[in-house]
């Protein structure tokens, strides 16, 4: 599936990625709740540290809803390990350093700056339902009032 091809009420593609402090996050590992799946650029960039502190601020009011939060990026576990001590990060930061559920989530993007053309993450999340399937697909995010939004919607489900 391409990014175009993914919409909401779509099953959500499998995702089996290595996790920071090492072990592996299997999709499959946490069916029978919500999923909030976000795509981050990079590790300990302004934005995805912003973003990153909110969705731990938030982790107990998404537990308390019955979802599991999982951040991703194509950034290695032992850049994950880091930039979690570094942040006092408390949510599952998964490895996909060879882009392959980047790809089916259709968030590894041609992207500009200064003029410049490049491909990287574009800031996405995916809220998955209890049933897998996707609940809300959230593109081109803006940090700020993101995590309030996807808790909104997650207490939604």
Avoid: N
Avoid at 22 to 27: E, H, P, S, T, V
Avoid at 39 to 62: K, M, V, W
Avoid at 87 to 113: F, N, Q, T
């Amino acid at each position: 599936m391409t990014q175009s091809d993914l919409q909401e009420g779509d099953t959500a593609p499998q995702v089996d990625l290595p996790r920071d402090g090492g072990g592996r996050a299997r999709l499959a590992d946490f069916a029978g709740g919500p999923v909030v799946l976000f795509f981050y650029p990079r590790d300990d960039t302004s934005g995805c540290t912003r973003e990153a502190l909110g969705f731990t601020e938030h982790a107990a009011d998404f537990a308390a809803a019955g979802a599991t939060v999982l951040g991703v990026s194509k950034d290695s576990v032992r850049k994950h390990d880091s930039f979690r001590d570094k942040h006092g990060l408390g949510i599952p930061l998964l490895s996909d350093a060879e882009g392959d559920v980047c790809e089916r989530y259709g968030v590894w993007r041609e992207k500009s700056m200064y003029g410049r053309t490049f491909m990287g993450i574009e800031r996405s999340t995916f809220l998955i339902g209890a049933d897998g399937r996707i609940a809300r697909i959230w593109r081109r995010v803006k940090v700020p009032g993101h995590v309030e939004e996807v808790l909104a919607a997650v207490r939604a489900l």
